[in-house]
């Protein structure tokens, strides 16, 4: 599916993290409805005309009533409810306390804790009230039948219909549905009655349907999954993917009255159950370059885990492996697993395999990513093809830019950025790659393009116009979407790959984006993926060729003792040598002497890749060593 995000994004609250041996951890709930439950089936719809109780909102359009009593308990998400709120736009929110935004139409993205416990029949799509309330006045209904403990509330939706947007269409002039609670087995069904269509273009609108935890994490939600809006509603599935996916709609595929989709409250589950949810990494990461993967874990059992080993092994072209415990990790709670720094020194695909050990659920103990070292690129994703329906853009009328953070241990030149293009809507519009700043601020960019139609779901390479220098440290590029021409339809143009929950401080929006740059925001909270976007880059060799002539060094890879023979220097000042880790930092200098072969002795570092700067004033060469010590 496509979002649409007009300048400023909001910016979502990220839950608290609290550093752990190692690991960050956030609390969440349990969410138990195995998709591999839910139904879909035809029934019966009955409107309930009088019965009940109406639910009193200022207004029928971006609206919140005020907690509603339920009649009964019922538990959701490791917690016992009895009241509810409802949202005008199609959706409920279990408890007492309001969602964080009423015009918010898209709970299920949410990050913020006011946002959980959502029940949704529609969502991703504004709804209001019908145009002809004579005929058709729009109402919300609450209604507890049956005796207990098999009582049923029924909350009812009733003549609703979408706006318009942009691209497309409203589609529908009434829309009637229900959500229903069951007491006892905490089931929950969303009902849907007859709905009558507008005379408009039939064009797919993107709502999303489901219910969610406490979380944004594929774990916290269950969704019902209709990727075209050209098909019955009774071929809907459910699932949990990775990324928000859509139940689209039209006005030529109307629900049939009384369609259902059920979702089943699972069987209890085990005490003990640790789930590798995501692993955090590079998907392209330039060879001799540091990186620290991270794994995303979380408690999916009903009971507290306790010293929980996590083991990260990398094989293929590379080999590292790495553990590391889990002092205590409460039920429903997940935290984030930071492995060891590993270097990859050779170019090829590495598989990357993080596993806990077996438990109570064995089906959630392992997670595997595909990471390719290359030559000279940074990018958080791999080589895998890209779903063209997972675009993101901002507003029609909004110039904005997506950004993405890398980190480099060693000065570095950035010579293109390439981007993941998405969208056919976004041909003939003209887009362009920058650098920016920690602060937002422009450092580079190539020219402008206009995009062409064989652009569209492949990897477009826009070199910049003059080579940016990064230093050692973070480094930010990223792409920009100018705005459409008046009357043009918005465009979702970033590709994106699944990541959920995505990472914080890594992936980043600017809007609106100036000429001279604007401000970065967090874009983690939005849980949309990560940004493909390639940062093609070459490391800084030195600035004195002269200097960069008269060094050669030996042996390479070294076990202990790397001879420097300089030869004709004609050192400005003094001639030394720093040797640099893959962190940056400096753990050996040495005085050289020009005109001999000089020895620096790395016997006493551990092994790995390092990087030799011989400087004489202002002028300096870089090398870089592999560093081996036997025994």
Known sequence: MTHSYTAPWRKLALAAMLGLAGTTAAQAQFLNYPPTLAVNAAGTYTDLGTTGTAIAVTNTDDALSTPQNIGFT????????????????????????????PADVSPLFSADPADANVIAAMSNIDLYGAADQTANPTSYRVATTGTAPNRVCTIQFKNLRDYATTTVPAQFATMDFQIRLFEGTNNIELVYGTWTATTNTP???????GIKGTGTGAAERVLSLKPSSSTAWST?????????????IRNTFLPDAGRTYRFVAGPPLPANDAAVQVIYSLGKTPV???????????????????NVAVTLNVTGANTFADAKIIPTLAAGASTTVSFNTFTPTATGNNTLAVSVPADGGNTNNSQTYTQVVTANTFSYSNNTPFDPNLGVGFGATTTGAFVAKFTTPAARTITAVAAGLADPNSVGRTVYSVVVNASGAVLGRSADYVVQTADINTLKTLPLQTAVAAPAGNFYVGLVQTAAPTGAPRYFLMATQPEAPTRPATFFTIAPFAATGGALVDAAGSNLGAFV????????????????????????????????????ANAKGNLQVSVVNMLGQTVHTAALKDNFTNEVNLSGLANGMYLLKVQTGADYTVRPVDHHQIG
């Open 74 to 101: 019922f538990s959701y998400n490791g917690t016992d409810f009895t009241q509810f709120i409802l949202s005008t736009n199609g959706f409920i929110k279990l408890g007492a306390t309001p969602l964080l935004d």
């Open 203 to 209: 064009l797919g609108h993107s709502a999303v349907v």
């Open 236 to 248: 809907t599935t459910f699932g949990q993917p990775a990324a928000i996916a859509a139940h689209f």
């Open 288 to 306: 001799s370059s540091p990186q620290v993967v991270q794994a995303l874990v979380r408690n999916a059992g009903s009971a507290a885990l306790t």
């Open 533 to 568: 976007l390639d940062a093609q880059t070459s490391i800084v060799q030195g600035t004195s060729e002269a200097l960069n002539r008269a060094i050669s060094m030996y042996p390479n890879p070294s076990t202990g003792l790397v001879k420097l023979d300089v030869r004709g």
